[in-house]
């Protein structure tokens, strides 16, 4: 029995497997408004055997995009662009649909990554970027504004507004963004947030933001979506956020009601050095599932499916997100599925491929292995 292909629940969401699509960023929204590339994107992921599809990171208010081309949640436009394509996911994929929602913070009013990672210009339509404190992302960004308390309730609003709307498209799962040095990990870190306020300072006031906002999805949705959110284990800079803080941020989103955590790291500043390797965030997961009792996903350079299997047997943690991962190989739950002996769901349009009754499978190799 292979431990990646077992069941698990999120909360009220029953997932057939531990595989989930990290959310991934596609900077190909117009407006914020979904386009066909999500719908091509999204829907062969939706397709792919794996049991939960996370959305890309989704703006909360214009002004939380990285770009003039992320994908927001924030006007009946928006919504309207992804009912389309949540709609075709639906309807021909097995899989759960998840949406992470996000602000940008001081990384926002950026470039698309293939136009090199940096804030626009002057005469590139430019915005006012939002920070704990007025301090850039790194040298050559724009100096963000402190979060007035204005702005700090209208954040909430507009996190729970964002939630009511993925609630209306019938995603089955909501995950707070709170990791790679966006808005909600400004607040928790305290290399960048330097208030002197109640929002500010000690750990628990550093948590503040992230938990009113969790707190007002939660009232905004209701029971039945689960509700997860991504945090950082590790800030990699002397100073910064640890695994323990990490565990003890996930013990207070589990008493507000979370129903799972996903573990990543890194992203606060351009100049952290970071030890890459596979697996190399396995162990902040493992810090924060021993403090909590919700599941925990595990994220980064995850690429075999016996590694995958290892991970979820050993209990170091209970599901894995993929994304460069499931980008490289979109049938890498068949595939996997086919190398630890396990079964997984294919749309009837793609049945004649099934290992059992594909001539072709024997001729393959090993290359999948
Ligand atoms: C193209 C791309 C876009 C990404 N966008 C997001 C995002 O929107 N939200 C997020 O939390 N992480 C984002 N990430 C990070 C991934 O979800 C994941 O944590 C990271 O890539 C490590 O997993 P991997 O080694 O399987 O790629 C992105 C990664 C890639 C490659």
Redesign the pocket.
């Known amino acids: 029995m292979s431990a990646l292909f077992s069941p698990i629940e999120l909360g009220p969401v029953a997932l057939a497997n531990r595989i989930v699509v990290?959310?991934?960023?596609?900077y190909s929204a117009i407006h914020g408004d979904a386009q066909d590339w999500h719908l091509a994107h999204l829907g062969q992921l939706a397709v792919s055997g794996a049991a939960l599809v996370m959305t890309?990171?989704a703006a909360v208010e214009p002004e939380g995009r990285i770009s003039h081309h992320d994908l927001a949640l924030a006007s009946d436009e928006n919504e309207a662009a992804l009912h389309r394509v949540i709609g075709f996911c639906r309807r021909h994929g097995g899989a759960k649909l998840g949406i992470?929602l996000?602000h940008a913070g001081r990384k926002g009013s950026a470039h698309v990554p293939w136009m090199g990672q940096r804030g626009l210009g002057p005469g590139e339509d430019p915005w006012e970027t939002l920070a704990p404190s007025p301090i850039p992302f790194g040298d050559g960004w724009p100096t963000p504004r402190a979060a007035t308390d204005e702005d700090l309730a209208r954040l909430v609003t507009a996190h729970a507004e964002a939630a009511r709307r993925a609630k209306r498209l019938g995603f089955d799962v909501i995950e707070l963004?709170a990791?790679?040095g966006y808005l909600l990990h400004e607040f928790l870190s305290p290399i960048s947030n330097q208030r002197t306020d109640a929002y500010g300072g000690s750990l628990e006031n550093r948590m503040r933001l992230p938990l009113e906002i969790f707190e007002a999805i939660r009232g905004a949705v209701g029971p039945g979506i689960a509700l997860g959110a991504?945090i950082t284990g590790s800030d990699w800079l002397p100073g910064g956020i640890t695994p323990a803080e990490a565990a003890a941020l996930g013990q207070e989103l589990e008493r507000r009601g979370c129903h799972y955590l996903d573990v990543?790291s890194g992203g606060l500043v351009p100049h952290a050095k970071i030890e890459i390797g596979p697996g190399y965030?396995v162990p902040f997961a493992e810090a924060v599932k021993r403090a909590v009792s919700i599941p925990v996903m595990s994220?980064?350079?995850?690429?075999r499916p016996d590694q995958a299997e290892e991970i979820v047997a050993s209990g170091r943690a209970d599901l894995v997100?993929?994304?460069?991962?499931?980008?490289d190989d979109p049938r890498w739950p068949w595939h996997a599925a086919e190398a630890l002996g396990a079964e997984v769901a294919r749309p009837n349009q793609y049945q004649r491929a099934a290992p059992a009754v594909w001539p072709g499978q024997s001729y393959k190799g090993a290359a999948n292995a």
Do not use: Y
Request: a positive charge.
């Open positions: 990290s959310p991934m960023c596609q890309e990171a992470q996000a963004h990791a790679h991504r990543t965030q994220v980064g350079l995850i690429v997100a993929l994304a460069r991962t499931i980008l």
